[in-house]
């Protein structure tokens, strides 16, 4: 089988290394890829993700029978609803579904029809209103826009003026355009976060390994958020009773309101929850992997990964079981000096050949570009260095030792990756 991928971050990395190793795939494609994703897959840098039409011809051209988003924008934007009409595959939801993660009022209605557990809100699309209702309820408070804003539409407020402050920000200057037009105004959980994704084929799901990331920049969790600088894999914060509780609390009242609602939810789903006092708490809904959540999960899973997400396509999820490693996973990301702000591009990286002879140890590329030969960074967020051992120590030191081999000029990590699991050990 041809498989296109569609993305050119970690997560995208991950996914073809996870093809790659299955027997059905014939032949790897992506768009735009990476520095990494072009030595075992065919890029094409010539078409963009969101150019719909040449995707298609593109498929058509080569012969490609699935396509597999790896980010929301595409899902978003409707990658299923134009492919499928011309009769290829896509392994995502189609615009409904991916409105879970694209519009976070929608996602709210949801769970309220679905029951699902979630911090009280109130929507709003007038500012006055809104600065009415937050000076009602008074701080801490969650200011969120509505749509898409590349992960920076939140505001975890200390006070009331910092929510006044995102209510003029994103509704009267409109940073984010249309996206903060209308904004979910929400209670702040306290708790422990972590992410619990699972592959749903419309009806039934598998759940895939869970992980936690660590979306802070610095350690400690602190300074600014971020794509996420890190996750491990499994996380034992997620004991056998809560992951019963989250299946049957949050993932399927979903899935079965979608289908319900007639528009069954085909693709990864990814619920971010608060686990408060033992029980979990929806922060988001997103329709694909994490990011670098995957590069800790899909190395974990023995199954045989084309098969699982055809199988998925095809309705049949239900008599299928998710095969899990028994090793711990880690994940460190290495990043541009300057990032989630500015960062420089184009410096070379050394070393990726000598971290990656550890065995366990796999590096897998963001930003990142070839040029003559050389790997050079192109982005913020550039490599994640994932490593497996048998437990999460060992698998942090691991990751660490094979971090230390890899150079590139201002290249900066977290060095707490994976200590967060420690109390729960
Ligand atoms: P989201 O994109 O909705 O997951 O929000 C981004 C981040 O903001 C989350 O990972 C949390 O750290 C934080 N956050 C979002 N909603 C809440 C909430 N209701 N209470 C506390 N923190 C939140
Ligand atoms: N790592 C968080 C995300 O992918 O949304």
């Known amino acids: 089988m041809k498989v296109l991928v569609i993305g050119g971050g970690g997560r995208e990395h991950a996914i073809c290394y996870s093809l790659k190793n299955s027997n059905l795939l014939t032949k790897l494609y992506c768009i735009p890829g990476n520095g990494g994703i072009c030595e075992i897959a065919e890029v094409n840098q010539e078409i963009k993700p969101l150019e719909f039409e040449k995707v298609v011809e593109f498929c058509k051209k080569e012969g490609i029978e699935l396509v597999i988003p790896g980010p929301e924008e595409p899902l978003v934007k409707g990658i299923k609803d134009a492919l499928e009409?011309?009769?290829?595959?896509?392994?995502?939801?189609?615009?409904?579904?991916?409105?879970?993660?694209?519009?976070?009022?929608?996602?709210k209605e949801v769970m309220a029809e679905a029951g699902v557990p979630t911090a009280k809100f109130e929507i709003f699309d007038d500012p006055d209103k809104a600065r009415a209702y937050i000076e009602k309820k008074?701080?801490?408070?969650?200011?969120?826009?509505?749509?898409?804003?590349?992960?920076?539409?939140?505001?975890?407020?200390?006070?009331?003026?910092?929510?006044?402050?995102?209510?003029?920000k994103l509704m009267e200057e409109k940073i984010f355009g249309a996206s903060g037009e209308r904004v979910v105004i929400e209670e702040r959980l306290d708790g422990e976060e972590a992410s619990y994704i699972v592959i749903s084929d419309g009806e039934n799901f598998v759940a895939l390994p869970n992980s936690q990331d660590h979306k802070r920049l610095l350690d400690g969790d602190k300074g600014p958020n971020t794509g996420g600088m890190g996750a491990y894999s499994p996380a034992p914060l997620i004991t056998e009773e809560l992951k019963q509780k989250i299946e049957n609390k949050v993932i399927s009242p979903i899935i079965k309101t979608l289908l319900k609602k007639g528009n069954p939810y085909v693709g990864f789903l990814y619920a971010g929850l608060m686990i408060t006092n033992g029980e979990p708490f929806v922060l988001e809904f997103n329709c694909r992997l994490g990011d670098p959540e995957a590069q800790a999960i899909l190395p974990r899973i023995e199954n045989d990964f084309l098969e699982l997400v055809k199988i998925a396509i095809d309705g049949k999820l239900k008599d299928v079981s998710l095969v899990e490693k028994s090793d711990a996973a880690v994940c460190v990301v290495m990043a541009s000096s300057g990032y989630p702000g500015k960062y420089e591009k184009g410096k070379k990286i050394t070393g990726i050949k000598e971290a990656e002879k550890i065995p366990g140890v796999i590096v897998f590329h963001a930003g990142t570009k070839k040029i003559d030969g050389d790997v050079v960074t192109n982005g913020g967020r550039v490599l994640g260095v994932t490593a497996l051992d048998e437990d999460i120590p060992s698998a942090i030191k691991?990751?660490?030792?094979?971090?230390?081999?890899?150079?590139?000029?201002?290249?900066?990590y977290r060095k707490d990756i994976g200590h967060k699991a420690f109390k729960h050990l």
């Open 85 to 107: 009409k011309e009769g290829i595959k896509v392994f995502g939801p189609d615009t409904k579904g991916a409105m879970l993660e694209g519009s976070k009022a929608f996602a």
């Open 138 to 168: 008074g701080a801490p408070i969650v200011v969120k826009a509505d749509g898409l804003c590349a992960g920076k539409g939140v505001f975890v407020c200390d006070t009331k003026e910092e929510a006044f402050e995102a209510i003029h």
């Open 398 to 412: 691991k990751a660490y030792e094979a971090v230390s081999k890899i150079h590139f000029e201002g290249a900066y």
